[in-house]
């Protein structure tokens, strides 16, 4: 079964599945169509978080870390020296070294069957034959035609030939990208090299090839989100001195069930913290289309992001991090819930350690809104499509994509890739996409947990999870979103493994979310009291939160979540999945 957020994704990997793949072969070979179908919420300038469990060893999830790690040069004297108070939310100096790429071929090195070229060949034969470019592309090129036009030269002449965005339908190919993939291919195929070894000289030919073509042209002035022209730091060094890499995940449970994330490298420990701070409620508390369950809800998510924004970071003590899933420290910040909304920033304190400096908080007013000199690229993608985060102001804004698959001999994988966008920073000539700007996560102070350091990887906000009963992975579940990614995997959660809800009407339920946290991205502004909630939440429920004092956005009846899961029962062997209907785009397919 797979389930992603684009059809032709689903439909590849489910191929894959009918072929023979496993579940690793077939989440690479969709990986790499997403980089064509979705352009405008990843690419292979970005990157990717998964967590995984295999046939061999069910009950031990693993994370692979696709987050590239700060340049040698980003440091934050240079950042300061240009004047900047925050990374940009665009332009090459955001760009941390692409590490998706390689983390897909890595997992299809060491977990997969195929040949990488069989993998590619899905991608490769939509980015030479075109496939019909989405609604959602075009208006996201579109917004960014002025700093296409003006300063990013290399991304107009990309995705706008004929100097006006592509129409909706409009067939959109990738010539040099497919090329790139093709060499990788070919590489990977040379006589005499086994499967594992052609597929690792495709990762030094990639890491090569990209290295090469992206150190000279990050060097040319270009327009960043703050409105000034500036030239990266990345290296051709960088680029080929990085690898992707394993972990084991972190878990923690709940009702019986054990969760599993990445570490505090990326926000996923704020969905374990939430599930222990909820877990000291009864049951009927937590039911997300009620009022005290959407209050508890949203109560509990302030808390926990409190947490992430002033303590989560690459090099967080595993000591620390254990304490903040701890049932000891959920009692104490359980508490801390009232009856009414707090319009407080409140994270906790941790024995034995220092409280780092509290993060910036620029009220989303305004005066905040004087930040954005440049909007194109700036934080989650700007595109005007359903199921996208919704701020104070009514202004919408993107997400990412995801994939889960999990296959008849119980390999379970989870992965969310991002970064890369379109309109992150200019195109590359020759490889056909843009590096990243996932930089913008790191704070330009030295106290902060997640201060810029080279070498260390931005706290990320992709966030994928893995579920697991009695020592085996019964759900795979994610959602694109940026902050508010485990927010709405919370409610799913909540409704699956104790309201008696299926997957499918989980991911269907009125959701929302808590604006009332320091912004991952550019500008990185916060609303206190702040919380978006679908209408079909229901007027009696939202009036009530108000009463409460939370200050509501209505986001219209279906716009939070692009959530989609698979799952898997042990007793059964049966296999299922469900997709996010908002958009019209998720697809679930198996059989």
Known sequence: MVAATHWLVSASAQAVLEKGGNAFDAAVAGAFVLHIVEPHLNGPGGDMVAVFATKARPGVPLVLCGQGSAPAAATIEHYLAEGLDLVPGAGALAAAIPGAVDAW??????????KLTDVLTFAIDYAVNGHPVLAAVCRTIGGVADIFRSSWTTSLAHWMPTGEAPYPGEVIKNPEYAALLTELGNISAAPGLTR????????IHWRERVGAAVEPFVRIPHRHSDGN???????????????????PAVSTTFRGYTIAKQGPWGQGPVLLQLLKILEGFDDDLLDPSSEQGAHLILEA??????????????????????????DEYA???????????????????????????????????????????????????????????????GRTR?????????????NMISATPSGGWLQSSPTVPGLGFCLGSRLQMNWLDP?????LTPGKRPRTTLTPTLVLRDGHPVMALGSPGGDQQDQWQLPMLLRVLIGGYTPQQAIDAPNLHSTAAPGSFWPRTWEPGGAAVEDRLGETVITGLERRGHVITRAGDWALGRLCCVTSDPETGLLGAAANSRGAQGYAAGR
């Open 105 to 114: 071929l890595l997992l299809l090195r060491d977990y997969g069957t195929w």
């Open 196 to 203: 594992e070894q052609g597929i690792d000289a495709a990762r």
């Open 229 to 247: 022209e500036h030239t990266g730091v990345i290296t051709a060094a960088d680029i080929t001195g990085w690898e992707a890499s394993y972990e």
């Open 301 to 326: 998510e302030k808390l926990a992001l409190a947490d992430r924004d002033t303590w989560y970071g690459d090099a967080m003590p595993t000591a620390a991090l254990q304490y903040l899933i701890s």
């Open 331 to 393: 009692a104490l910040r359980r508490n801390l819930i009232g009856e009414t909304a707090s319009h407080e920033f409140r994270p906790g304190a941790i024995p034995g350690f220092t409280m780092p400096a509290y993060p910036m908080l620029h009220e989303a007013c305004a005066a905040a809104e004087a930040r954005r000199p440049v909007a194109a690229g700036v934080g989650e993608p700007a595109v005007q499509i359903d199921a996208l985060e919704v701020d104070s102001t």
């Open 398 to 410: 993107g997400d990412t994509c995801h994939i889960d698959v999990v296959d008849s001999w119980g």
């Open 447 to 451: 106290a902060s947990p997640s201060a």
